[in-house]
Every structure is written in C-alpha cells, then in structure tokens.
C-alpha cells in the first residue's frame, strides 16, 4: 500500500511541530525520517496514526484520501505502529498479548486460544521470528518484545508498518536482526517508516531517506550520502562526527579498581572481581548492554554502593568506603546516567543546580549565609563558557532541554578541581549538536591530563570516545581491547562471547 | 551517623509534595477560604432557628425565608469580625481592640508550629507530628520553670523557652533519626508518636507533674519569672511569643532561602537522589529537618504555657497540632503565607467566641471552615473548577 503525507501542519499552542511537511513511501520500501530530538518525526506519525488531528494537510492511501479520528481507524485502515515503549502486558503470553483488543472467539463468546496461537506461529515462522505462543512476555529480552509487537501490526494486516525509534533499547545483535526483519517485511511488500536520529542504521537499511529539522521537511537523502552530510543536514550546519580526537598520551595509572565485588540486595553479585586501571590523559570506556553492572560500578567509585568488597585506588588513595562527600572533595567529577533523576533537581535554578554539591563550601556560603552574588556571577559565566541555551541563569533547570541539562551537570562537574570524571552514558537521548559538545569536552578534559571513565552502551559512542573499552557482561569484564578492533568483536563480547 | 549510607525512598511522592508547595497557583488558597466561608454560611444558615421556621411557611412569605437566611449569615459573620479584628460597638478604642490582639494571641502557637511543618513540608517530609512535638516541647518548658528555680527570672525564662524548644527539636529529631536509620515512614512515626506524646503527658500530670490540690490533671501555676511578659498592659492577652513569632518567620525566611542547610533541605525535598548523588548526608540532613521542624513546634509550645494557659493542662496541644498542617499547607509553606494564614486562623479562633455568645451559631462551624480549607486546599482539581480556572500544565499532559 502506498502512503502520502501531504502538507501536514500541526500545531501546538505557539510551537509549530510540523510545518507543510509532505512524504511519500512506496510500497516495499524503507522509508527513514531521520531527524534530532524534538524536530517532529514522533508528532507526524502521531498525525498519521490519528492520536493527534493535523491543522491542515491531508492523508492518502493508495492514493485515496483519508481521515482517522483515533488509532482504531488508522489500525482498520492498515497502519501499524512499534512503539519505542512497548504497549505489552508483561503477565499475559506472547498470544494473549497478540490479540489483545481483537480477540478470536469461538461460538458463544469463549475465547479461542488454539486459533491465537496457530495465528501467532505462522506470522513468527513466516519471518524467522522464532516466537513461543506461551511465553511470558515479561520474561523475555527487549529484542524478543519488539518481535511480538511486530507482530501484533502484522496480525492486523498492516500494509505500512512505522517504527518508532526501534532500536534505542536493543543490543548491537538484535539492531541486526531487526534490521534482518524490515528487510524480510519489505520483500513482502510492506511499507516502512522508520523513525531514527541514528546514522549508522539508515545507511544500512533506508531505500529513502526524508530529513526533518524544526517541523520541516529539508529535503530527500541517499543512504549513499556520508554520515558527515546526513548529520549536518539533521542539524543544519557543519558537523564532524569523528571528532577531532587526537591520540592519547596516556601517563602513569592514577586511577586503578582491583578485585571489585558487590551484591545487591537479594545477594545477586552485580559485581564480579572486575579490575582495571586507568592512565593520566586517557578515556576508558566500559562497553556494554545495560544493566550488567555498569550501574553498580559507577555508584561503587562514587561510595553510593554499600556491600562492595576490593580496591578502588586513585593516585594511591583508597576511595571505598568513603562517603560520597569525601569521594567528591578527592576530586571525583560525576555525569550520572540519569540526569533528571541523580545529575540535577529540576525544580532548582540553573544557578542553583550548579552549586548543588558545593553548597556548604566557600566561596558559595559564609557562615551559613548562601554567598548569592557570587553564585550569580559563577552561574552567568559558566552559562556562557558551556553553552547553556537558556534566558537566564534563574530559569528552572527542569525547563531546559536534555542537551542543555547535561551542559549544566558538565559545567558543575567540571568547574571543580577534578583528579578523575566518571561519566556515565553521557549523551544519551541528546542531539547531534549536543553530543558533539558534550564529546568535545570530555576530549579535552582527557587531554589536560585527567584519567577520564565513560560508560556507554552504544558501540558508536564507545569506539568514539575510547581510548581503550573493557566489555563488561553480568558484572566481569570480559576483555580490555583498543578502540579499534572490529565491531563485530566488540559486539560479540558485548553478548558475553570473549 | 554519619557514615550511614542511607538511600533515599523513590523521590515521587515527597517530591511532589514539595513541588505542589512552590509552584501551585497562589490564587489557589485565597479561593479555598473564599469558597469555605460560603459552605460555612450555608451551614449557618441550615442551622439557624429562625430560617427553619421561615422554611416552613415559604410558599406563603417566601420574602421571610431570604431575611432570615440573610439575617444569621450576615449576624454571624459580623459577629466573627467583632470577636477577631474590631469591635465597634465596644464602648472605647481600647475595648474595641481587645479582639485584635487576642487574634494575635491565638495565631502565635499556630503560627509558630505551622513555620515548623512547613519547613519539614519544604524538604519533602510529611511531619504529622505537630501535636506530639507541641507537647513535649511544653512538658519540657513546664519542667524547667516549676523545678529549676534557682536562676534570677530572666535566665530562667530563657532556660524555659530553650529547654521547649530542645524537647521539641530531640522528640522531632528522633523520627528523622529513625527515617535515617531504619528507613521508617516519618507519617506512621510521627502520627504514633503523638499518642505517645499525648498519654504520656495525661500520666505525667496525674502523677509527678500534678499540682498537689488540683482536682484536674493540671500542672502547678508556673512562675511568675518564667512566663512571656506581656506586651499590651494586662487588659490584653497579647504576650512576647508574638515577638519570637515575627523573628522566627524571619529566620525560617533565612533559613530556607538564604542558607546552605535550607538549600540542602529543598534539594532532598525536591530530589532525593541527586542530593545524594551531590554528596549530600541524606540521613543527617533528615535527622536535621525533623529537628529543626520539631523545635519550631516545641517553641510552640512554650508559648502556649508560658504566654497564655500560664500553667501545663491536658488541653495544651489543643488542636494547634492539626490546625499548624492546614495552617502550613493554606501558607504554601512559605513563612509570609504561613503568618497569613496563621492570622486568619487565630481570627478564626477569637472570632468564634463572640459569634457564639452573641448569635448563637455554634463553635463547630469554625472547624467545619477550618476542615473545608484543608479539603478545598488538597482538592484543587475542585477549586479550579468550581472558580472556572484554566487546568494545571500537569492534568493536561
């Protein structure tokens, strides 16, 4: 079936979210909208999908005009929809949640299981899904989920399939074999949308590319473009991904973990004899999926993880066992994984924001007395020296954009005398242009001498940043290796393959 | 406890609370009084003798039945303004203004407790223990005044006003002691420990506090050295503790805007894990919070005994307890908006006397105002739809 978008506006309040944008997808085409955070690509597929009605503009299918007042319309109409979260139930099987809202029945209303999951296997045969019918979904890995929720549009009959950010949760091996998937989906002459701000997997896979910026379409791609010109037409100016990373000049190991074990609260180790050291003017990155003890280890540096056994040593000193204050008053600076939650109190000021953890110490407090001009005038410079997008230094730190919050936590951070950052997954969710920055400043904080440790869970960003990556998996490292040996390792012992 | 390394419960729910307190609609308490009083009139008028009667023949008169309904609500009304700001048909100035200060007089302890609870209100912590911390702050006071005569009168009220505020701040500090070590639930605590509070102040004066030929469980008459001087001649009830109620909204002001321990406190009220990521001692600064909450309430206390009861009875936490929650709640718990509502709230009181005596409407229907505040306050969803406002940024989204 073949989709046309034409003209779309929709508005909200003030704030144009999509403006005179048209795209058309072919049948059996992979059709990528690629786009920054906030430049549309969700609120058009919403428009399409009937959650939101557009000010004007109109939707064809098959060259047919039509109009959806909600996703049930858009659904009969054969849309289907992936969501980056999943809309699965985790207690219900992978049939009942495949059914779910349309349920098979057999003659009086009983409801036929038998023909669900008859349904649910041929779908999941058909392309290689590899999909038990009975399966809990909450037991099974994200990967897995995204399949049954593929299969949930398929079920429907969905001729235009949209995939919303599909990849954001999943391992390098799963992104490869959704990527498998879409493929399988286009020779069946499926149309695809598929919603990324990731590079790398559009040039892979995308027949079309449409690019958006501020709500508006800035025109057609070729995956044969270099990533250099996708990036800079996603941001509109001049982008080097590379970045300009020269090589490192690492000294001597100031910063060294030893033998580091620790067990959560049901006894389970989350931290598994993992050692490592670090050199002066040097970024190691710890390299892997989520949640296998990257977490743990970043709160174990910074004194948050209670039952730790081992060493971890900086410049000689033993950090275990210290108070976070104490952790922070070394010289630890720390981009926590989540900024809204552990990195800023968003009901706070930008100004106050970044005195959070210095508050009782001069020159922010004498006496007890906050020293509030001197806060103001730190708060205005720092705004400036990193870039801080923002009207004023007392606007709510809650207020500003992800990319603009973590500038705040960097200028925090890195405001103070540092002997080693610790930087937790730092550009996650940000843009293009924010991640460059935020790239930028952890070269150069590197290149003034300090032992620098990233973790990051995106093979891109890794090989980046990394001057050397230690893969960790179910809290051991599996393997310390130099940025360049070949993804298809790293990804391998991102699986726990070493 | 220094060194605990406590980790704080999932930041939602206290966070909130804090969140609602600063950001909400300021026009929002203004209306909740507004609309209580037109419940309240209601009611006055439900219960009046003569509306009753004129209900009953109003097809006939119907003219009768809105005379009536404007005569009690309008008489009680005025009523309440004689008894808590003017009385105009006094005989003199002097006279008339007995009711203001003795406004005054009542909005002190409510005042100076609701400061209290709104500071733990600010730093995410439901302090419900308003009442408990009151008393031991009193029974404290009481102590030092009736059996540590030995100083010359004005240390010894000093040592009184502390030794309250110290029973406050121990009886306070302790439920943060325990939130930081045991992770226990500072509402159960503090809900529990004012049974405690209030059992064991009923068994202290009938036993080793009772004065000697009391027949109610009351303490002796404290001394004369050791109670709050009177401000205004001994016509009126207006003592000091309304002094150190205007310095300690002043000084919860500077504590909460302008130091770094309040700075901490808003940081764990709106943000839990980031202070404890930015190195802040979460179990101290709630070992902090609650004492600092608590010595505010104990202050409270000492007012209440030392300035208007002048001896220690089962009834001195009254209902000031409860009545410091709305009054910190209807504040925003910001000390300017606790003083106000702490005045409308000893207005209240005062007022309540005289429309009593004079219109015969019945006490009750103050607490009935009272308790349609605090509902109208955690119910804005209704006040802004009863008053057509436009919906809060987070119901929309």
Redesign the interface.
Known sequence: MKLELRGITKRFGSLVANSDVSLTVMPGEIHCLLGENGAGKSTLMNVLYGLYQAEAGEILLDDKVVKFAGPGDAMAAGIGMVHQHFMLIPVFTVAENVILGHEPTKFGGVLDMAAARAKVREISDQFGFDLDPDAIVGDLPVGVQQRVEIVKALISNAKVLVFDEPTAVLTPQETDELMTIMRALRERGTAIVFITHKLREVKEVADKITVLRLGKVVGEASPKDSANDLASMMVGRAVDLEGSKTAAKPGKASFVVAGLSAENRSGTKVLDDVSFEIHDGEILVIAGVQGNGQTELTEAI???Q?STAGSIQLNGQELLGR???S???MGVG?V?EDRT????????TIA?NL???R??RKP??SG???Q?KYLRELATKLVSDFDVRTQSIETKAGKLSGGNQQKVVLARELSRELKLLVASQPTRGLDVGSIEFVHEQIVKTRDSGLPVLIVATELDEAVQLGDRIAVMYRGKIVGIVPSSTPRAVLGQMMAGIS | MSEINVKPEASGRAAKLAKDLVSGNALIPVLAVLASFVVGGILIALSNENVQAAAGYFFARPGDLFNAVWQSVFGAYEALFRGSIYNYQADNFGDGILSLTQTLAYATPITIAGLGLAVAFRSGLFNIGGTGQIIFGAVASAVVALYLPIWPGPLHFLVAILAGVLGGALFGGFVGFLKATTGANEVIVTIMFNYVAVFMLHYSLTTWLKAPLALNPQSSPLPQDTLYPLLAGTKYPLHAGFIVMLLAVAGVWWLMNRSSVGFHFKALGHNPSASRVAGINIGRTYFLVMAVSGALAGLAGTSQILGTEKYLGTGVAATYGFDAITVALLGRSNPIGVLAAGLLFGGLRAGAVTMQANQNVPIDIVYVVQSMIVLFIAAPPLVRSIFFMPKSKEAKA
Do not use: T
Not at chain 1, 341 to 348: I, K, M, R, T
């Open positions: 910074l004194g948050l209670s108070s976070v204050k952790v922070l008053d720390f926590p939650e552990d990195g800023l109190v968003a009901d706070f106050e005195m959070l953890d508050a009782d922010f407090v007890l007395n906050l509030l």
